[in-house]
């Protein structure tokens, strides 16, 4: 088949136009970098979205989770206050307020579990005759004495370690 030029084509014609029936490199050229470029920013875009999260990670177990909470409802929502929130959460370095109240919960549960019983203390069984009379003054007042709750069931919770006195 003889291809005749259009009367009124230039004689140069550019490199990006293919005589019919050619492959057009150009375009390929094009899909492919498109596909490339689209790929590339979703990556860019995702790694964006994730970068509250990554920030979290030096923070405690409960920051982290909210962090990328946020980041997750700001990526379904494209809600962008979500994203923000959860970038200066990242940020921001809360105080740990757990492991304290777990020190003290654990120590208490020592304290109530422990058997200790000091040596100068009057067994609750002990009749009222043994223990010493009180003085006048203080007999003369009414005084109401409520014994703890340790020390009705043989236990104190006492500890003469803290007083600084030694056994």
Same mark, same amino acid.
């Given at each position: 088949?003889?291809?005749?030029?259009?009367?009124? +084509?230039?004689?140069?014609? &550019?490199? *990006? #136009? @293919?005589?019919?029936?050619?492959?057009?490199?150009?375009? =390929?050229?094009?899909?492919?970098?498109?596909i490339?470029m689209?790929?590339?920013?979703?990556?860019?875009?995702?790694?964006?979205?994730?970068?509250?999260?990554?920030?979290?990670?030096?923070?405690?177990?409960?920051?982290?989770?909210?962090?990328?909470?946020?980041?997750l409802?700001?990526?379904?929502?494209?809600?962008?206050?979500?994203?923000?929130?959860?970038?200066?959460? +990242?940020?921001?370095?809360? &105080?740990? *307020? #757990? @492991?304290?109240?777990?020190?003290?919960?654990?120590?208490? =549960?020592?304290?109530?579990?422990?058997?200790?019983?000091?040596?100068?203390?009057?067994?609750?069984?002990?009749?009222?005759?043994?223990?010493?009379?009180?003085?006048?003054?203080a007999?003369?007042?009414?005084v109401?004495?409520?014994?703890?709750?340790?020390?009705?069931?043989?236990?104190?919770?006492?500890?003469?370690?803290?007083?600084?006195e030694?056994?």
């Open positions: 088949m003889d291809v005749s030029k259009h009367p009124i +084509a230039i004689d140069h014609v &550019p490199a *990006f #136009i @293919t005589a019919p029936g050619q492959t057009d490199i150009l375009f =390929n050229f094009v899909i492919v970098f498109l490339c689209i790929f590339a920013v979703g990556t860019l875009y995702l790694r964006l979205h994730a970068l509250p999260e990554q920030m979290a990670h030096r923070t405690n177990k409960v920051q982290l989770q909210v962090v990328a909470v946020l980041a409802i700001a990526l379904f929502t494209h809600n962008q206050l979500f994203w923000i929130a959860a970038l200066l959460l +990242a940020m921001i370095e809360l &105080p740990n *307020f #757990i @492991t304290p109240v777990t020190s003290m919960a654990k120590s208490l =549960n020592r304290i109530a579990r422990s058997t200790y019983v000091p040596q100068n203390y009057p067994p609750a069984s002990a009749p009222a005759a043994q223990q010493p009379a009180p003085v006048a003054e007999a003369a007042k009414p109401e004495t409520v014994q703890p709750q340790a020390a009705q069931d043989g236990h104190s919770s006492h500890n003469p370690d803290q007083n600084g030694k056994q």
